[in-house]
């Protein structure tokens, strides 16, 4: 007997029902697309995490995650200060990233996420 493996989408609605809200419906889409691992890097979460938002099971805080879908996943184009027009998912990893001081472009892209950046969700450099 072969055993037919559930999309992310058909898990989503199983735990859901059939109106989920439409962050979970873009990350399940995402993970479907592209695969748990990859859709994780981007909002900055594991995969084990997504799979349990999806199904139900997840016991945290549902808004934190939620507000990672919507900015690394929801989002257009925006208008970054320093490389112009990105897309929202590569300024939420460019948000997360680290400085490395060595690179004059990193400490202008860091600076800027933390100097009042509008598309910025991170805090300003003390």
Not at 37 to 43: C, L
Not at 59 to 72: D, P
Request: overall charge positive; glycine content about 8%.
């Amino acid at each position: 007997m072969t055993r037919t493996a559930k999309t992310m989408r058909e898990k989503l609605t199983a735990a859901w029902g059939e109106y989920p809200a439409s962050w979970l419906v873009a990350l399940a889409e995402a993970a479907d697309e592209r695969g748990t691992k990859s859709v994780a890097e981007s909002i900055g979460y594991s995969p084990s995490l997504i799979s349990a938002v999806v199904n139900g099971s997840y016991n945290g805080k549902l808004l934190h995650v939620e507000k990672a879908v919507r900015e690394a996943l929801m989002r257009g184009i925006v208008g970054c200060p320093v490389l112009g027009e990105i897309n929202g998912e590569k300024c939420a990893l460019i948000q997360r990233r680290k400085l490395a001081a060595t690179n004059p472009a990193s400490i202008r892209l860091f600076k800027a996420c933390r100097n009042g950046c509008p598309n910025s969700s991170v805090r300003a450099a003390s």
